[in-house]
């Protein structure tokens, strides 16, 4: 049973009551409130060790892929060992560091007790455990090979998990860099510059180079209207994010990852290893390939990929192989399809896709290598050009004044 602590008020006297109280779920816990006669204002999980209600903002906190990684895995390894579903699942809670995760694992150990299946159950908590996951627990269960598929799983969570990190540890670098010579180059316009521009005030008749005179122009909108420039630049931020996550905002930015020069053949390959990755994991434990089809469209990420996968789903409905369906589309690498149609031929679908993501994952290492070794030279050039333009803007009207010294 979980602990709920809640708030209710007494019908007779309007008087608010705060207090808890043990059930199996939050129905159940409204249930027992009502018959005391309270009227439930609001229910929420408390923390079953201590009896504190679980902070809102440890509820909303995302559950990292590590925590859920090593659930799988334990999981995995308890159930292959034995031990019934219920048990198995308390000893993993029991391991479990992370509160929120915690409170989550309970939640299904509630229902699984009151009758209901794991993959029920887990599908309660779809910002935690996403398709893939349920199809795969559904799948194990319906086989009776629950065991192998949290296995499975385990192992894709981390190939998609670790292949991400690369990509997005590949621009960490560049970002910062870019972010530190915004700063030297903010610093010397409101700093350096201003002090160049007294040393000529004193100086009747002489005048700033054009050059100097238009970086302290910047530098003077910034002193001046910096507060406009934030918000000009937070409203930006604000309205960017809530368009990116808009139909359109998010068929643009994928076509870009898709077609972006330097990025683009990096994206398409992550696309492709993730699609692969996805539909040998789900095939290889016995999802019907419609359904596979449908949860990769979700699991890649990209809008696009996942029309094409609704078409094809459309045509291997009607009986076509898949292979076919993906023959020239241009939101697939021409390998995928070859590969699928091996896989086919031989009645080795889950392996050729296998090897795929195999491959593509190769080639995500060495392309984010790649753009590693283009990005530092031209990182170097971009420092250089910054430089060389705050310097000549600084040396100029020393030289100048030099110049008109000598004369």
Do not use: C
């Amino acid at each position: 049973m979980l602990l709920y602590n809640y708030t209710a008020r007494e019908p007779s006297t309007g008087k608010t009551i705060k207090a808890s109280v043990q059930a199996d779920s939050e129905s159940a816990a409204a249930a027992l409130i009502k018959k005391e006669g309270l009227v439930p204002l609001d229910i929420s999980v408390g923390d079953s060790d201590g009896g504190i209600a679980l902070p809102s903002f440890l509820r909303r906190k995302r559950i990292k892929i590590k925590e859920k990684v090593l659930f799988s895995r334990q999981l995995s390894t308890l159930i292959n060992a034995g031990l019934p579903l219920v048990q198995a699942l308390r000893n993993v809670a029991g391991q479990t560091k992370s509160k929120p995760f915690r409170v989550v694992i309970d939640q299904v150990i509630a229902d699984v007790e009151a009758g209901s299946s794991l993959s029920k159950a887990l599908a309660k908590h779809p910002r935690v455990f996403n398709a893939v996951y349920i199809s795969l627990v559904e799948a194990g269960e319906t086989s009776g090979t629950l065991d192998k598929s949290l296995e499975r799983l385990a192992i894709q969570q981390e190939k998609d998990a670790d292949i991400i990190s690369k990509v997005r540890n590949a621009f960490i670098y560049p970002i910062i860099v870019l972010v530190v010579m915004v700063g030297v180059v903010i610093y010397m316009l409101l700093t350096v510059l201003p002090q160049v521009e007294a040393l000529y005030e004193g100086m009747q008749g002489a005048q700033l180079p054009i050059f100097t005179r238009m970086l302290l122009f910047v530098s003077d909108i910034i002193k001046q209207f910096w507060w406009a420039l934030a918000i000009v630049l937070g409203v930006g931020a604000f309205f960017a994010t809530r368009w990116a996550r808009t139909g359109p905002g998010k068929s643009a930015i994928d076509k870009f990852k898709m077609k972006a020069p330097l990025i683009g053949p990096l994206y398409m390959k992550l696309y492709m290893a993730r699609f692969a990755r996805t539909g040998a994991t789900l095939i290889g434990s016995g999802v019907p390939l419609i359904r596979v089809l449908e949860i990769t469209g979700d699991a890649v990420d990209n809008v696009h990929i996942k029309a094409s996968l609704k078409a094809s789903t459309e045509k291997v409905k009607g009986g076509k192989a898949l292979s076919s369906t993906l023959e020239g589309n241009n939101n697939f690498l021409e390998l995928v399809p070859s590969m699928l149609h091996i896989g086919e031929e031989s009645g080795s679908t889950e392996a050729m896709m296998s090897k795929t993501a195999e491959y593509y994952e190769k080639e995500v290492d060495d392309q984010i290598k790649a753009i590693s070794t283009v990005i530092e030279p031209v990182l170097m050039v971009v420092m250089g050009i910054m430089a060389l333009i705050i310097v000549a803007a600084v040396l100029l009207p020393v030289y100048t004044l030099s110049g008109d010294s000598i004369v």
